[in-house]
């Protein structure tokens, strides 16, 4: 028998406290510092920040550490603290054409205004693992030369011009917002361009790739992917001007998909896009094909049953912290579901037992 | 009354978290016990009880639409509200809040009751009065144990929003530096 | 002065005290003067917009870190909104902006501003350098149709 019981508070009391000893390992090893998590582990900061949804290098650092290096349940800790922040307003659209980029390459062109520039990238490297950084050692500055001042043009204007590609004509409207409106479907581009980019990068990784594998195939290119530093811009409503207030790093990448033309639309290129806080290459490049994927229908074409191409499976599966909430809790005491389980079991046990002996 | 205030930037809440917590909770309790009256403060806007400004810093924000009813529909309390709020102005049908004294708010038909599958997208009227004493209608309902009593300007408006339950529009009334709350599940009859 | 100018003006330095690192600017700004608080600093959040394809229609990017304050200094109002959450940083960056549109503008300007914005220029520089370096160039070794 399997009865409700209450209790557990002390040895919740004790696993919290076994928790922040596991956490802070032995300690004859120095402690890490917020800053250095900052500094050295940037990249796993920039997920949290991006799958968090708030731009905060410092507290996702500190969320990573709280979280032992669990980075979705470093993304639940920011996701909780931001909850707990008063809305002050929306900045100004940022402008990416004016990004001071670090990193700007195209797959399309290979001679294009502004170069490519390859910035801090993993891709020509070997991975062979470097036992150099098992010890401390000073790293050398890095080699520097001559910048231009201009900011670098949009690699999707040059096809733009000649009519190429499909138009982007700018949009004013105010942007619906799913952390205050709960997600009604069927989402806009806008909508799902907000969970996209705060989706779980694993997730909308395998989606992308599935694309690429042929469920709901687009044919994309990587049009441009910059990496770099744009102003923010904010309204103050006590002055009525706009005031930069700092500056966010972002990645955007915008594809170039080959399209035949469909019954409404003539043949040229289309546009998958991402855009994603920090540095977050694979999440950009992803996003933006599984947003030209979710176009198929504005774009006239065929809905092959793709996965990548339904919005209701995208949107509803892409948050980590909605899907590990509902996927850890079934680890929670069930007693009072799993006894009704039990008898119904135990009752139909008995039934076709009963039934066995009467046709015997 | 208010002395009257050298700036639309003054009236703020000197400590915004706790001071917002502290009125947010006599809010809730107004709203939980319909005809009780609470004291709020920490309010102060030009040509506002402190406590309709106390309610204004405490519930809205640059995400609340608000409606500005009759002669509180000026250039001080624009300035007011929008650097301690940023709460942006709205006509009364597209708004989440609206703020006034009864006769101008009138009809009150226009104000958002919300939907079947959304009561929530409804208005919350924040009504200055006179006079606000635990005497006239009586009021039932949940959160009330046998009944209440509170000086409301008018009934048949509250028989009628009582009637589109769970639809319709909640009211705080506001005096000084008191408030009180009349949800739309109160049953409001004359006696 | 015309209005135009004085808020371009404003902007500026505005953006140049939000921009700086809260370090930086209590090292070159170490004393206030007496001020009222008319919005004590408070954190909050901004969301962040985005265009579709760069130049589309607005979407919603994600929040960040804002702080943000309001002094009275005499007759002056000063305003501030910065990223991050660093409530003295605002506070100091509020009383500047006061400062800056008094008496004291021209001392301000020489002490704060200027500086301000040359190692913000040199911080954004010393980037676009290092990006610079990473430019590929490439060499064509030889095309068909130039025979």
């Known amino acids: ?27 004859a090893i120095p402690e890490l510092t917020v800053a250095q998590i900052r500094e050295q582990m940037a990249l796993a900061v920039n997920r949290v920040m991006a799958e968090g949804s708030l731009y905060d290098p410092d507290l996702a650092a500190l969320a990573i550490k709280q979280a032992r290096g669990d980075l979705i349940e470093a993304v639940f800790l920011i996701r909780a603290y931001r909850t707990t922040l008063p809305r002050f307003g929306a900045s100004r659209p940022v402008d990416t ?54 900011p670098v043009p949009h690699v999707t204007g040059l096809l733009d011009r000649d009519g190429l590609i499909e138009a982007e004509p700018p949009g004013e409207d105010a942007p619906a917002d ?41 044919h994309a290119f990587v049009g441009e992917l910059r990496i770099g530093r744009v102003a923010v811009e904010v309204e103050l409503p006590e002055l009525g001007f706009a005031v930069e207030i700092g500056e966010v790093e972002l990645t955007e990448c915008e594809t170039v998909n080959q399209f035949k033309g469909s019954k409404t639309e003539p043949p040229q290129f289309t546009r998958g896009y991402g855009l994603v806080m920090g540095q977050s290459e694979r999440k950009a490049i992803s996003m933006s094909l599984v947003d030209r994927a979710l176009r198929w229908q504005e774009l006239g074409e065929d809905f092959t049953g793709a996965p990548a191409q339904d919005q209701e499976f995208v949107l509803s599966h892409c948050d980590n912290v909605q899907a590990t909430g509902f996927l850890e809790h079934i680890k929670l005491p069930h007693y009072v579901d799993f006894q009704s389980e039990l008898e119904l079991v135990r009752r139909l046990r008995a039934e076709a037992t009963a039934l066995r002996e009467a046709a015997e | ?70 002669a509180l529909d000026n250039d001080a309390l624009r300035r007011w509200i929008a ?72 009934t048949a408006a509250f028989r009628a929003n009582r ?25 409001v009859e004359d006696c | 002065m015309s209005q135009t100018e004085a808020t371009a003006r404003r902007r500026d330095w505005m953006s140049l005290l939000a921009r700086a690192p809260a370090a930086r600017l209590a090292a070159l700004a170490p004393d206030l003067p007496t001020h009222e608080l008319l919005r004590a600093p408070e954190i909050g959040a901004v ?6 394809g760069g130049t589309g229609s607005r979407f919603n990017l994600g929040e960040m870190t804002v702080t943000r304050c309001s002094v009275r200094l005499g007759d002056a109002v000063g305003h501030a909104c910065v990223q991050g959450r660093d409530r003295d940083h605002a506070r100091r960056a509020a009383v500047l902006d006061a400062l800056l549109q008094g008496e004291q503008a021209g001392r301000i300007e020489a002490r704060v501003i200027a500086p301000l914005r040359a190692e913000a220029q040199a911080r954004r520089g010393a980037r676009a350098e290092k990006a610079a370096a990473t430019r590929v160039e490439f060499f064509t070794m030889m095309r068909g149709e130039d025979q």
Not at chain 1, 199 to 209: I, K, Q, R, T
Not at chain 2, 125 to 147: A, C, K
Request: some cysteine.
């Open chain 1, 1 to 27: 028998m399997y009865v409700a019981v209450k209790g557990g508070e002390r040895a919740i009391d004790a696993a919290h406290a076994w928790l922040a000893e596991e956490r802070r390992g032995d300690p």
């Open chain 1, 97 to 150: 054409a004016a990004m001071a980029v670090d990193r700007r390459v195209s797959a399309t062109f290979k001679d294009l205004p502004g170069g490519q520039v390859l910035g801090p990238t993993f891709d020509y490297t070997h991975r062979l693992l470097d036992f150099a950084l098992m010890a401390e050692s000073e790293v050398p500055p890095a080699p520097t030369a001559a910048a231009a001042a201009e």
């Open chain 1, 178 to 218: 799913l952390t205050r409106t709960p997600l009604e479907l069927p989402a806009d581009r806008a909508l799902r361009l907000q969970a996209l980019t705060r989706g779980d990068e694993g997730f909308v990784l395998s989606l992308a790739y599935s694309t690429q594998r042929g469920y709901g195939r687009t």
């Open chain 2, 1 to 70: 009354m208010n002395a009257p205030l050298t700036s639309p930037l003054a009236g703020g809440f000197a400590d915004p978290a706790r001071d917002a917590a502290h009125a947010f909770r006599a809010v809730l309790d107004a709203m939980a016990r319909p005809g009780r009256i609470h004291a709020v403060s920490g309010g102060a806007a030009p040509g506002l009880s402190a406590a309709a400004a106390t309610v204004l810093l405490t519930l809205t924000d640059a995400t609340t639409a608000l409606h500005l009813a009759g």
């Open chain 2, 83 to 154: 650097f301690h709020t940023g709460a942006p102005l709205a006509a009364a049908a597209d708004a989440g809040f609206a703020l006034g004294r009864w006769p101008d708010l009138q009809p009150v038909t226009r104000f958002r009751i919300g939907e079947p599958a959304f009561p929530d997208r409804s208005a919350t009227l924040i009504v200055e009065v006179e006079r606000l004493e635990p005497d006239g209608p009586r009021l039932t309902g949940p959160g009330i144990r046998d009944t209440a009593r509170l000086s409301l300007p008018e």
């Open chain 2, 163 to 187: 009637a589109l339950f769970p639809l319709g529009f909640d009211i705080i009334l506001t005096c000084g530096d008191r408030l009180a709350a009349l949800p739309r599940s109160t049953i």
């Open chain 3, 47 to 52: 969301m962040l917009e985005g265009r579709i």
